[in-house]
Nanobody, 120 residues
């Protein structure tokens, strides 16, 4: 079991920055691939960024060059640094953890989300 708690959301003007944090507890954090998703009203949930257990990263095209995902395994925390924010980045941002066993069984855990609102 993994418990995920996001923080760092809020209201920011366009062009501003926010840093989201996701603190994990309950299991061995370093074994989990970690992602940030977002969901805006009336839209499907979309993958924003992911970081693997080995530290590889991947980003949605819409945030490349503006967002940076990182992890601190010693602190059981994953971060999302968001710069040059745009009104279209407004959404609830959710932290996700995934662990796949050697037999292929997949464990998925979600946080409650943190609201990010970008004003124009």
């Amino acid at each position: 079991q993994v418990q995920l708690v996001e923080s760092g959301g809020g209201l920011v003007q366009g062009g501003g920055s926010l840093r989201l944090s996701c603190a994990a507890s309950g299991s061995i954090f370093s074994r989990y691939d970690m992602d940030w998703y977002r969901q805006a009203p009336g839209k499907q949930r979309e993958l924003v960024a992911l970081i693997s257990i080995g530290g590889s990263t991947k980003y949605a095209d819409s945030v490349k060059g503006r967002f940076t995902i990182s992890r601190d395994n010693a602190k059981n925390t994953v971060f999302l640094q968001m710069n040059s924010l745009k009104p279209e980045d407004t959404a609830v941002y959710l932290c996700h953890a995934k662990y796949v066993t050697t037999s292929g069984y997949e464990f998925n855990y979600w946080g409650q989300g943190t609201q990010v609102t970008v004003s124009s």
